[in-house]
């Protein structure tokens, strides 16, 4: 599977940003979308992920009320839509996805329990 991540940009505090993430090879039907973020000098951390069906959703206190997780699966793409952004979500994004069980609610947040990367999408926010 190859995921191509796309949408990032340079935009102002209290701006949007939409990131894509299309997958090529294999359906991401049975896979978690997740999102990660990591700024320079700083570890890759965990955005938000979404399940098999789009059902559960979780996001990191610090995005929460702000970036909606969503996938469209017969358009083989997950999306993270970024609005309110500040300047501190200045970051690269990756997307990933990762194989689990059909019906499960299990949305990991370790970036080590994924399979598959994006190659990353810059967004930077001005003040």
């Known amino acids: 599977v190859q995921l191509q991540a796309s949408g990032g940009g340079l935009v102002q505090a209290g701006g949007s940003l939409r990131l894509s993430c299309a997958a090529y090879?294999?359906?991401?039907?049975?896979?978690?979308v997740g999102w990660f973020r990591q700024a320079p000098g700083k570890e890759r951390e965990f955005v938000a992920a979404?399940?098999?069906?789009?059902?559960?959703?979780t996001y990191a206190e610090s995005v929460k009320g702000r970036f909606t997780i969503s996938r469209d699966n017969a358009k083989n793409t997950g999306y993270l839509q970024m609005n309110s952004l500040k300047p501190e979500d200045t970051a690269v994004y990756y997307c990933?996805?990762?194989?689990?069980?059909?019906?499960?609610?299990?949305?990991?947040?370790?970036?080590?329990?994924?399979?598959?990367w994006g190659q990353g999408t810059q967004v930077t926010v001005s003040s």
């Open positions: 990933a996805i990762v194989r689990t069980v059909y019906g499960s609610s299990y949305l990991p947040l370790d970036p080590g329990r994924y399979d598959y």
């Open positions: 090879g294999q359906s991401i039907g049975s896979y978690v």
């Open positions: 979404l399940t098999q069906s789009g059902s559960t959703t």
